[in-house]
């Protein structure tokens, strides 16, 4: 009902307003009511529209992943506007992905880490990362870059040579190939049974290929795009065995996180190679079995609130603690930073900041961190909790981010 409610709105104003120079202000203001309704988190949705009026000539142009959206504008709003006998009105809303994808509507990351970022050409702020043997959605192609969005939803720009294209018959093969799985923070692939040999590729941490065959001491696996390679037993695992056994636990958190002690930070990185932040708390817990949002400010609205009243009481070893600027009677709270609560009886908490490190929120502790303790919003669960926002890999066939 409140969808229809706004279309009647903006109709109301392009049927009322008399004055040219305010008619994309008012359409701006009612573009902006839409996008809360179908894309409040641009981070995971593209809405991009746009209006221009040119004499008794209406046209609204745009693209998005939402197909409600252009539901709205086609059967709704534009056959109202036309009714009016106001405007000629014509318009194009793209929806994604769109027609420069052609059959190839998937990329598999064949690198060991693919750098995403938040516009195509490679200057452009890296936004995240995706691991090699990621699924990728593609949206729409722009020369040697595509849009993609990765498992946690994230919608990005990742260059040509980062990833394999894929139709629907590749990445059906793709996903049932059986897999291994690096368990080592960083490694190398081999060109044979050695590791004095000619190197693949370098391998990170979650790193996902398709196992071809089992030798004494090495897997035989193919790449995405058909290299393939060598990689020791005591480094892998097939994929399956290690998500079936997998136990999540407060003591495995800790556990992973304590591997990329003095790793160094690095703003949008979601990999061992250098992680920020949310990219640390990410890949600890992708390594527990569990799919998590990608940034800070969407982490805390996920799993169980705890300790409401900041008082850092009632917290389990593995928890996330979220850190920013409070809210104000002028100004919404602002969630910008995220570690994990160790437990240990020290106050002692670990993230990115810098480089992987662990600080204290006790005021007589050797490592507190004042800073991040006097700005502290509050805390989440994720283990044992139920939620939409946190993917459990048990229940999927592939590991995807």
Known sequence: MKHYVVILVL????????????YQNNFETVKDSLKTIYAPDTRVEVFNINLSKKDKNLTITGETTNPEVVSVFNDKLTTLIDKSGTFNVDYSIDLLPNKS???????????????????????????????????????????????????????SWVDHGGVTLMTDADITKWQAATKIIYTKTVGHVYQSESANAPIVSDIVLG?????????????????????????????????????NTLQPSGYLIEQTANQFLGSPYLWGGTSTKGMDCSGFTKTVYLMNGFIIPRDA?????????????????????????????????????????????????????????????????????????????????????????????????????????
């Open 101 to 155: 994808v052609g059959k190839t509507k998937y990329a598999v990351v064949n690198n060991s880490v693919a750098n995403i970022r938040s516009k195509p050409k490679h200057s452009a702020e890296l936004a995240t990362q995706a691991i090699l043997g990621t699924v990728l959605n593609v949206l729409k192609i722009d020369g040697d870059f595509y849009l993609i969005q990765t498992p946690d939803r994230y919608i």
């Open 207 to 243: 790193a996902q290929l398709a196992l071809l065959e089992t030798t004494k001491k090495f897997y035989k696996v193919a790449y995405p795009d058909n290299r393939m390679g060598y990689i020791s037993k005591k480094e892998a695992v097939i994929f399956n065995d290690w998500i």
């Open 297 to 401: 400010s969407q982490q805390i609205n996920a799993g169980e609130v705890i300790d409401t009243d900041l008082t850092f009481e009632n917290l389990k070893k593995g928890d996330l603690l979220f850190f920013g600027k409070k809210a104000t009677d002028s100004t919404k709270q602002r969630t910008t930073h995220v570690g994990i609560w160790l437990g240990n009886g020290k106050g002692e908490f670990i993230h990115s900041a810098s480089k992987v490190r662990i600080n204290s929120v006790n005021a007589n502790a050797d490592n507190y961190d004042e800073f991040n303790t006097n700005r502290y919003l509050g805390a989440r669960r994720y283990l044992g909790v139920d939620d939409s926002m946190i993917v459990d890999l048990k229940k999927q066939t592939t590991l995807k981010l």
């Open 11 to 22: 109709l109301f104003l392009i049927s009322c307003n008399k004055r040219d120079a305010n």
